[in-house]
């Protein structure tokens, strides 16, 4: 069962109003990929770099990851990784998670892409992907 936004506000202390992304980004993303979205060696890419002007026109690939996970090797950065992220769908309703691509889009210096709206994530959901499908997403994006 998904978690509401409020759920997950009371299990990270209450410390984040409602939207607040930075508190979800730090609460479930920050571990690997960093505050700052700088990443962490071998383990998770970084969240920033030129890739993201690409992958940005692409105003579902965002979603998308958040949604569905990624798996498989990527190279970020002139940095290969290989790894897993999971799939939040399961965890995080729509606000929760609209409210962290928001943030990433922050932390990537487009704030012209931001804001993300619950409503952009409810069709991703029903459509079918796991994270190896959201690597060949990025891979026809990206052409790596």
Same mark, same amino acid.
């Given at each position: 069962?998904?978690?509401?936004?409020?759920?997950?506000? =009371? *299990?990270? #202390?209450?410390?984040? +109003?409602?939207?607040?992304?930075?508190?979800?980004? !730090?609460?479930?993303?920050? /571990?690997? %990929?960093?505050?700052?979205?700088?990443?962490?060696?071998?383990?998770?890419?970084?969240?920033?770099?030129?890739?993201?002007?690409?992958?940005?026109?692409?105003?579902?690939?965002?979603?998308?990851?958040?949604?569905?996970?990624?798996?498989?090797?990527?190279?970020?950065?002139?940095? =290969? *990784?290989? #790894?897993?992220?999971? +799939?939040?769908?399961?965890?995080?309703?729509?606000? !929760?998670?609209?409210?962290? /691509?928001? %943030?990433?889009?922050?932390?990537?210096?487009?704030?012209?892409?931001?804001?993300?709206?619950?409503?952009?994530?409810?069709?991703?959901?029903?459509?079918?992907?796991?994270?190896?499908?959201?690597?060949?997403?990025?891979?026809?994006?990206?052409?790596?």
């Amino acid at each position: 069962m998904r978690a509401s936004l409020s759920t997950v506000l =009371t *299990v990270c #202390g209450g410390a984040a +109003a409602a939207g607040d992304g930075a508190a979800l980004y !730090a609460a479930h993303c920050a /571990a690997c %990929h960093q505050v700052d979205g700088s990443g962490t060696l071998g383990l998770a890419p970084a969240l920033k770099g030129p890739h993201w002007a690409t992958l940005a026109a692409r105003r579902d690939y965002l979603p998308t990851v958040l949604l569905k996970g990624m798996a498989g090797m990527i190279r970020v950065n002139g940095q =290969t *990784v290989v #790894g897993s992220m999971p +799939a939040f769908a399961a965890a995080l309703d729509d606000a !929760a998670l609209a409210a962290i /691509a928001t %943030h990433l889009a922050t932390l990537q210096g487009d704030a012209a892409r931001a804001p993300y709206e619950a409503a952009e994530f409810a069709p991703l959901r029903a459509v079918a992907g796991d994270p190896a499908r959201t690597r060949q997403l990025r891979r026809s994006v990206l052409g790596d």
